[in-house]
T-cell receptor, first 112, second 111 residues
Framework: DAGVIQSPRHEVTEMGQEVTLRCKPI?????LFWYRQTMMRGLELLIY????????DSGMPEDRFSAKMPNASFSTLKIQPSEPRDSAVYFC??????????FGNGTRLTVT | GEDVEQSLFLSVREGDSSVINCTYT??????LYWYKQEPGAGLQLLTY?????DMKQDQRLTVLLNKKDKHLSLRIADTQTGDSAIYFC???????????FGRGTSLIVHP
């Protein structure tokens, strides 16, 4: 089992540009989560999916953020346009119902 | 909703025991987890305990759960410099699909 795979590991972009983060969950897991980690706020849940359907996106900070899960093995988190305050580490995690979350190694986003 | 609290820092000497504490608010918790995050990496599940248990031991790790006080602790025996990391407590409340995470405790191990 390769675990949750995220790409890219690092992303540096200029303010105003579009950023797309990618995630491949563990095969067979039916829940997928996107988190953001910063020093100020800690770990924040942005959105989660169940069987590819978005269930709760109340943590998405603004309309500039969007997430999709077109199939069971792929999800994206898009920021358009990006701003310096979006700089953070973004984690994807997957799980089965009532089971522990398995996290990817994250994408470190820097917006200049 | 659930609220999970942890102290932010803990400093210990190599070879000593470390105890990382966590408190939570929802008495209907079902599963309680400890995750470890090393620099530049994601959160890795260390261990977990069901709410009907008081204690769980796994090699150098001991988890204690006091349901009355809503207090969870993680004890690391013979702490090594490789144990330096951020440790997150997470609690799954009854009826919820999503665990609530604490802010994490940074464990610093001095040689």
């Amino acid at each position: 089992d390769a675990g949750v795979i995220q790409s890219p590991r690092h992303e540096v972009t200029e303010m105003g540009q579009e950023v797309t983060l990618r995630c491949k969950p563990i095969s067979g897991h039916d829940y997928l989560f996107w988190y953001r980690q910063t020093m100020m706020r800690g770990l924040e849940l942005l959105i989660y999916f169940n069987n590819n359907v978005p269930i709760d996106d109340s943590g998405m900070p603004e309309d500039r953020f969007s997430a999709k899960m077109p199939n069971a093995s792929f999800s994206t988190l898009k920021i358009q346009p990006s701003e310096p305050r979006d700089s953070a580490v973004y984690f994807c995690a997957s799980s089965l119902y009532n089971s522990p979350l398995h996290f990817g190694n994250g994408t470190r986003l820097t917006v200049t | 909703g659930e609220d999970v609290e942890q102290s932010l820092f803990l400093s210990v000497r190599e070879g000593d025991s470390s105890v990382i504490n966590c408190t939570y608010t929802d008495s209907s918790s079902t599963y309680l987890y400890w995750y470890k995050q090393e620099p530049g990496a994601g959160l890795q599940l260390l261990t977990y305990i069901f709410s009907n248990m008081d204690m769980k031991q796994d090699q150098r790790l001991t988890v204690l759960l006091n349901k009355k006080d809503k207090h969870l602790s993680l004890r690391i025996a013979d702490t090594q410099t490789g144990d330096s990391a951020i440790y997150f407590c997470a609690v799954l409340s009854g009826g919820s699909y999503i665990p609530t995470f604490g802010r994490g405790t940074s464990l610093i191990v001095h040689p």
